[in-house]
């Protein structure tokens, strides 16, 4: 996963607003026509009950934009995802898990992190009040590598957040092999606690007992696994959970993300059969 870059640089000329403008002006009624007309065709007893989203593309879509810098990209990522949610409100979608930083990307240079640190500090500040009495919002990762003022803000978000019966998990400083190793670290450290010894420990490890020491245990897996930026693959995200998900590989630039390209990985996802490995 990719989500992060620079903090500066230099993306060349905008695109010409006037005429980007009158074709978002007239094609914008007839997206809304073709949106509805997806609503309706909907099957909602089959929609996802979890939804992944790896939320990818800001470097790329700050480019084609012509955005001054990586910062404004990264802002209209999150505003982005703060839409999502009222998308997800709407259908009644039960659980969100959104990844918006990896571990990998800590190992970028810190004057390349600092401008996306910055906007997700003030994201968690405004989820609060943008999530709703409805909705709990978690912090899934290794929280303990962020710098001060983000993990702080991360806890705060946990703590403060309502017991609503909707859930939204995000990844943040997330990696899904990580994941699996704390995991089965926690379950070792549980079983050599109650006294067990070495074979007994291995013999107690099992697939149902790994699953229940994940970052989120009491959530059902993902059903459907959403990438932005036309990359195919998962990047690590979810590694474990997302084993029999169904999975949207989308071309726009998560910035970018519509609600019609939500409702057709949405119709896409209703019409497939669904098999588990079987």
């Given at each position: 996963m990719t989500p992060l870059a620079?903090?500066?640089?230099?993306?060349?000329?905008?695109?010409r607003a006037g005429s980007a403008g009158?074709?978002?002006?007239?094609?914008?009624?007839?997206?809304?026509?073709?949106?509805?007309?997806?609503?309706?065709?909907?099957?909602?007893?089959?929609l996802p009950?979890?939804?992944?989203?790896?939320?990818?593309?800001?470097?790329?879509?700050?480019?084609?934009?012509?955005?001054?810098?990586?910062?404004?990209?990264y802002r209209a990522g999150m505003d982005k995802l703060t839409e999502f949610l009222g998308w997800c409100r709407e259908l009644e979608v039960p659980v969100l898990t959104c990844w918006v930083l990896s571990q990998e990307n800590l190992e970028r240079?810190?004057?390349?992190?600092?401008?996306?640190?910055?906007?997700?500090?003030?994201?968690?500040?405004?989820?609060?009040?943008?999530?709703?009495?409805?909705?709990?919002?978690?912090?899934?990762?290794?929280?303990?590598?962020?710098?001060d003022r983000l993990r702080e803000a991360a806890v705060q978000l946990a703590v403060s957040s309502p017991?609503?019966?909707?859930?939204?998990?995000?990844?943040?400083?997330y990696a899904g092999r990580q994941e699996i190793v704390d995991a089965v670290r926690d379950l070792v450290a549980k079983l050599a606690a109650e006294g067990l010894e070495g074979a007994e420990i291995a013999g107690s490890i099992d697939a149902g007992a790994i699953a229940s020491h994940l970052y989120a245990a009491d959530l059902p897996d993902?059903?459907?696994?959403?990438?932005?930026?036309?990359?195919?693959?998962?990047s690590g995200f979810l590694l474990w959970q997302a084993a029999y998900a169904e999975y949207?590989?989308?071309?726009?630039?998560?910035?970018?993300?519509?609600?019609?390209?939500?409702?057709?990985?949405?119709?896409?996802?209703?019409?497939?059969?669904?098999?588990?490995?079987?």
């Amino acid at each position: 996963m990719t989500p992060l870059a620079g903090g500066s640089m230099t993306v060349g000329p905008a695109p010409r607003a006037g005429s980007a403008g009158l074709r978002a002006a007239l094609t914008r009624p007839l997206y809304r026509i073709y949106e509805e007309r997806l609503l309706r065709s909907l099957d909602r007893t089959k929609l996802p009950r979890h939804i992944g989203v790896i939320l990818d593309g800001h470097r790329r879509f700050a480019r084609i934009a012509g955005l001054p810098d990586y910062a404004s990209s990264y802002r209209a990522g999150m505003d982005k995802l703060t839409e999502f949610l009222g998308w997800c409100r709407e259908l009644e979608v039960p659980v969100l898990t959104c990844w918006v930083l990896s571990q990998e990307n800590l190992e970028r240079p810190q004057a390349e992190l600092d401008p996306y640190f910055d906007v997700l500090v003030d994201l968690f500040g405004r989820l609060p009040s943008i999530a709703g009495e409805d909705l709990q919002v978690g912090v899934i990762g290794s929280v303990h590598m962020l710098p001060d003022r983000l993990r702080e803000a991360a806890v705060q978000l946990a703590v403060s957040s309502p017991h609503g019966k909707r859930r939204l998990n995000l990844a943040v400083a997330y990696a899904g092999r990580q994941e699996i190793v704390d995991a089965v670290r926690d379950l070792v450290a549980k079983l050599a606690a109650e006294g067990l010894e070495g074979a007994e420990i291995a013999g107690s490890i099992d697939a149902g007992a790994i699953a229940s020491h994940l970052y989120a245990a009491d959530l059902p897996d993902p059903d459907l696994v959403i990438r932005t930026s036309g990359e195919s693959r998962l990047s690590g995200f979810l590694l474990w959970q997302a084993a029999y998900a169904e999975y949207s590989f989308v071309d726009v630039y998560w910035p970018g993300f519509r609600r019609v390209d939500f409702l057709r990985a949405l119709r896409d996802y209703t019409r497939r059969e669904r098999r588990f490995g079987k």
